[in-house]
């Protein structure tokens, strides 16, 4: 293992940084992280909103109990003890009326979920029947023939599930995890996280709640880490090329031009890319998440996570702030559509939402709030794009593909990225 090699980390979000951590633990120091943005972080970062001197995150992400690598990633810099784990329980609002699903802690998979399922009031006597049907296909099976070219709702529909139960709880799952709608998503993706959180570990359920910002949690120990060790992060610093040299690899920048042994990309964008890469990668699209924050004048939640139905939100989680009585991360997947609307129009759509689906919000007042736009979230992974993601080791030699597109079976999310980021570090002493 040449620990000397010069490798370049092209990307410095939650793949970047886990792939560059992970290299610095095995000992790699001639090891150079850019960032094409102003700083770290990616679509997983916090920023302070001037008006509450709140510090809030560029969107809510849910970390479940099944994020291995996330966990092992927090350890490694330091901030593992900085999240709070829940065991999975949600509040379902529909139209005034509040129902729940709970997976009893201390039941073994797959009985803590049927338990949670046949306890709940959210599910009818018949929809847990089928439900139970399809969480035993995908314990054992049998699957459908040809299940991985099917969308979600191609699957729901062959395991003879009926509509008001995939409207209840597939749905709402499959939005939360793929950020895409059930007749886009591939069916892959669904079986694999139902696996990995309802039918692995019995913490695997488990919410894990940051106790900080996204960045607190997950950008800044870890370059903490890097620097510790001589490692800098570049910021400011777009790849405009890479191409295959007589010394391994020409990196281009605006202005100057850097070479190394290897490079390991962990982009969206894959203009930089040498072009017979670029030629194999599938056609993509990407899908938008529409985050919101209202500051609001009364607590109206005492529990961590609320689902709502028939509504365009999709997801609450409340927190504490020193500015209101308490704030609400509001969150709707697949949102292209909601995200051509106004600031205002935005907010007066949710919190129309809110008030349909709980009636002790129309009592409260908004007193601050914010809007925020991914419209690049995450690719999105139909059937088509999840069997052609591309993997980690590329055609070309010693250039390692380790973004949200590369093939890991899971969707495009932290664990995902992560994953990824130590899968590519594994990689560099075999090559």
Known sequence: MDLSRRIAVIGAGVGGLSTATSLVQRGYKNLRVFEARKEAGGRTRSYLDPKTGDLIDNGQHLL??????????????????????????????????????????????????LAGMWSSNLLTAKEKFYATELGLAVESGPLPNGFEEMTCIELFRALKQPQ?????????????????????????????????VFLGEREASDFLIPTVGLSELLIYPAISFMQKEGVQVTCSMPVRSIERSEDGFTVAF????????????????????????????????????????????????????????DTTLQWAFPRASDFSSQRLALTVSAADELSARTNEEIRHILWTDLCAAIPEMRSAACIHYQIIREKRATPLLTPSIQSKRPALRSPIPNLILAGDLAQNGIPATIEGAIRNGWAAADLVPEL
Not at 188 to 196: G, P
Not at 259 to 287: C, H, M, N, W
Request: hydrophobic residues 40%; charged residues 20%.
């Open 254 to 309: 605006d202005d100057h031009t850097e070479t190394f042994d290897l490079v390991i990309y962990t982009g969206q964008e894959f203009d930089a890319l040498p072009a017979g890469i670029q030629q194999g990668l599938p056609d993509r699209k990407y899908s938008t998440i529409v985050n919101a924050y209202f500051w609001i004048d009364r607590a109206i939640f005492d529990t961590p996570v609320h689902a709502f139905l």
């Open 164 to 196: 008001s139960l995939i409207h209840k709880l597939w749905e709402p799952i499959v939005l939360a995890t793929t950020n895409s709608a059930i007749d886009q998503a591939s069916a892959v993706l669904f079986v694999n996280v139902f696996r990995e």
């Open 64 to 113: 479940m109990g099944c994020y291995t690598k996330t966990l092992e990633y927090l350890k490694l810099i330091g901030s593992d003890h900085l999240i709070e784990r829940v065991p999975l329980s949600i509040r379902f609002h529909q139209s005034g009326v509040t129902q729940i699903l709970r997976v009893p802690p201390d039941s073994e998979p797959p009985f803590n979920l």
